[in-house]
């Protein structure tokens, strides 16, 4: 093989057909073989086309990267505005429900207890009245929803 032939088979690169996405986790398994060659090129070996041509496919690998990055953060920050309108909503629910439980609660005490003290006239009348008002709260409090 002739001195340019060498040169010429040297220079080419084989062609990628892999379109998926960028993963960190192997590109730092692939390339570990470069991780113990120097960083730094000469001007020399900056004008090289090989070299030329592989910083150009980096380049172009780095882009299509930050392409697909971008796109997941713009989902990202919109699931994470969603997840934060859904945490106040379940925070909404969650007292409303304790208003509810403590109101019947608390009513149906109330009712429970004016029997026992139905002797005593008015303050039997005033707790089973207020009960009713409590038990009548917490339904309307799940009924309607916020």
Same mark, same amino acid.
């Given at each position: 093989?002739?001195? *340019? ?100 609660? *608390?009513? *149906? ?9 139905? *002797? ?27």
């Amino acid at each position: 093989m002739s001195g *340019a032939a060498a040169k010429d088979q040297a220079d080419v690169e084989p062609q990628s057909t892999n379109d998926e996405p960028f993963e960190a986790s192997k590109s730092s398994q692939q390339r570990k073989s470069f991780s113990k060659l120097r960083r730094e090129l000469s001007d020399e070996e900056l004008l090289s086309p090989a070299v030329q041509r592989l910083l150009i496919d980096e380049i172009e690998r780095l882009e299509k990267v930050t392409v697909d990055l971008s796109f997941f953060k713009d989902e990202f920050h919109k699931a994470d505005k969603n997840c934060g309108v859904l945490e106040e909503r379940f925070k909404v629910k969650i007292s409303v429900e304790l208003i509810h439980f403590a109101s019947l609660s *608390a009513g *149906a005490a109330l009712l429970g207890f004016a029997p026992s003290i139905w *002797a005593n006239q008015p303050t039997a009348t005033v707790l089973a009245i207020v009960g009713a008002l409590l038990v009548v709260v917490g339904i309307i409090a799940k009924v309607v929803k916020p």
